[in-house]
């Protein structure tokens, strides 16, 4: 019984370690000597601050959603419902980086 318990307790730090080697392939060893978790940053491709959108948030927000209502009323991976994701994806971008630059930042 005991040796059974030292197996399943075995296999499960086996895969804590695989998934721990997972996320630090993925994301390097940014835990660093806290073991705590690394702060959220962007995964995948960088993003680029669309600087042809309006610059206040204000304007941002009713482009936002005009985008969101064209993205509702599309069918589900059509070009419409695609182009009008990517254009949130846009304006999300301009009004964090909008956010950022704020006197103190607000997000």
């Known amino acids: 019984m005991a040796k059974d318990k030292d197996k399943k307790r075995d296999r499960e ?10 996320h630090k392939a993925a994301h390097g060893d940014q835990a660093g000597a806290t073991g705590k978790h690394h702060a959220a940053k962007a995964h995948g491709r ?3 601050v669309d600087t042809s959108l309006p610059g ?4 941002l927000m009713t482009l936002h959603a005009a985008a969101r209502a064209r993205r509702n009323a599309a069918s589900l991976d059509s070009p419409a419902f695609r182009t009008a ?4 994806e846009r304006i999300e971008i ?6 950022r630059a704020a006197d103190p930042p607000l997000g």
């Open 13 to 22: 730090r086996e895969k804590a370690a695989a998934a721990s080697a997972v």
């Open 46 to 48: 960088a993003t680029k």
């Open 56 to 59: 206040t948030r204000p304007e």
């Open 85 to 88: 994701v990517t254009d949130l």
């Open 94 to 99: 301009r009004i964090a980086a909008l956010d």
